[in-house]
T-cell receptor
């Protein structure tokens, strides 16, 4: 069975400091993994995805995530937070041979000036 | 090309009335999904259509909820005899995937308020 656990429901950082949003997954098959961002009153936007190529994936707006199979993790990072990064972030897993997606419960990122 | 569109963007209805929510996926996308996002909650999977296969309805919360996808394109989510707990944002997404791994593209959502 597939599932996603986002370990923090809320994360607060100061502008200019690093961001770490944690995600652990379980999957019976080779997974594809995604991070989506949802700004207030906006739609969901894909940040980045892992589909069995390089384990370190770079996305938009300076975000990146590393697939660690041994730790079943896909944590999202950014070296320096910007005020515009304040949003809710969702980690998603999909089975490679199927087409169903499993969402984590989301992490709300607050960026303090 | 155009992204996923949903209509209406907002719907206010009275308890007990039926509502229909529409989703226009990206042209050529074979898979279509409906999710529900309640206030302060994550995304709850409702139903999934893939090509001409039977839909996966495993996420529909009750028999008041149904969905169809006509001609492999437009989809309608119908909620009968709406209840206040149905108030949420209903999101539609589509993807082009014969195999998994392709990302979903989301519409802006329909905000449903049941009074």
């Amino acid at each position: 069975a597939q599932s996603v656990t986002q370990l923090d429901s809320h994360v607060s950082v100061s502008e200019g400091t690093p961001v770490l949003l944690r995600c652990n997954y379980s999957s019976s098959y080779s997974p594809s993994l995604f991070w989506y961002v949802q700004h207030p009153n906006k739609g969901l936007q894909l940040l980045l995805k892992y589909t069995s190529a390089a384990t370190l994936v770079k996305g938009i707006n300076g975000f990146e995530a590393e697939f660690k199979k041994s730790e079943t993790s896909f944590h999202l990072t950014k070296p320096s937070a910007h005020m515009s990064d304040a949003a809710e972030y969702f980690c998603v897993v999909s089975e490679r041979n199927f087409n169903k997606f499993y969402f984590g419960s989301g992490t709300k990122l607050n960026v303090k000036p | 090309g155009a992204g996923v569109s949903q209509s209406p963007s907002n719907k206010v209805t009275e308890k007990g009335k039926d509502v229909e929510l529409r989703c226009d996926p990206i042209s050529g996308h074979t898979a279509l999904y409906w999710y529900r996002q309640s206030l302060g909650q994550g995304l709850e999977f409702l139903i999934y259509f893939q090509g001409n296969s039977a839909p996966d309805k495993s996420g529909l919360p009750s028999d008041r909820f149904s969905a169809e996808r006509t001609g492999g394109s437009v989809s309608t989510l119908t909620i009968q005899r709406t209840q206040q707990e149905d108030s949420a944002v209903y999101l539609c997404a589509s993807s082009f995937a014969l195999l998994g791994g392709n990302e979903q593209f989301f519409g802006p959502g329909t905000r449903l308020t049941v009074l």
